[in-house]
């Protein structure tokens, strides 16, 4: 499809366990960015990309949570011994440019529930 | 102090009313450009209307504009002649370039039902 591709749409895991989120950009997409929104809340912002750098993690919660970027395409976000609190939907976006008009095209999110 | 500012948690507005949604901003930034996303239940986000700081004229697209008074930091979204699929929530959103970095920040939305 033309759009931003999120998997898995949904995660069930046990706390303590490791998880990983794919983001696939709409091709020719420069700038990527994952964000996380709690049930009823607003998006907070995580992370980043311009190509394969990351300029900017100051949004990551905890050393538990990272985050690549390969080929300035593809995005994974891993989370590292999964708490109840990182229950929530991330949902990745991509533009392309990071200057401008350029609205951020959002996938449909992945739904992580923590056991 | 918050970025954004959306002070309607909720609102119920009668099919094929006018409706508008409050949003605030505060920036140091002099070039910032503000966004209006539309999320329905079904979580996807979708992007409305976008109003870059320098602009002298409002946003319009289709059914919805941008009420942006720059020396009040506003940016309110109106919507003319209200549709059922109008329902969802809306989120005013602000880009900022703090450090050579793009950052958007998200207000924390008003949940619009329309009444038939």
């Known amino acids: 499809g033309a759009g931003v591709s999120q998997s898995p749409s949904n995660k069930v895991t046990e706390k303590g366990k490791d998880v990983e989120l794919r983001c696939d950009p709409i091709s020719g997409h420069t700038a990527l960015y994952w964000y996380r929104q709690s049930l009823g809340q607003g998006l907070e912002f995580l992370i980043y990309f311009q190509g394969n750098s990351a300029p900017d993690k100051s949004g990551l919660p905890s050393d538990r949570f990272s985050a690549e970027r390969t080929g300035g395409s593809v995005s994974t976000l891993t989370i590292q011994r999964t708490q109840q609190e990182d229950s929530a939907v991330y949902l990745c976006a991509s533009s392309q440019t990071r200057l401008g008009n350029q609205p951020q095209h959002f996938g449909d999110g992945t739904r992580l529930s923590i056991l | 102090a918050q970025k954004i500012t959306q002070t309607q948690p909720g609102m119920f507005v009668q099919e094929k009313e006018a409706v508008t949604l409050d949003c605030t901003y505060d920036?140091?930034?002099?070039?910032?450009?503000l966004f209006w996303y539309k999320q329905p239940s079904s979580g996807e986000m979708i992007f409305l209307i976008y109003?870059?700081?320098?602009?002298?004229q409002n946003a319009t697209e289709g059914r919805y504009s941008l009420n942006f008074q720059k020396a009040r930091k506003s940016a309110n979204l109106v919507i003319s002649a209200s549709q059922l699929g109008d329902s969802a929530m809306y989120f005013c959103?602000?880009?900022?370039?703090?450090?050579?970095?793009?950052?958007?920040?998200f207000g924390t939305g008003t949940r619009l039902t329309i009444i038939p």
């Open positions: 959103a602000m880009r900022e370039l703090i450090l050579g970095n793009e950052k958007l920040t």
């Open positions: 920036t140091s930034d002099p070039s910032y450009g």
């Open positions: 109003q870059g700081s320098y602009d002298q």
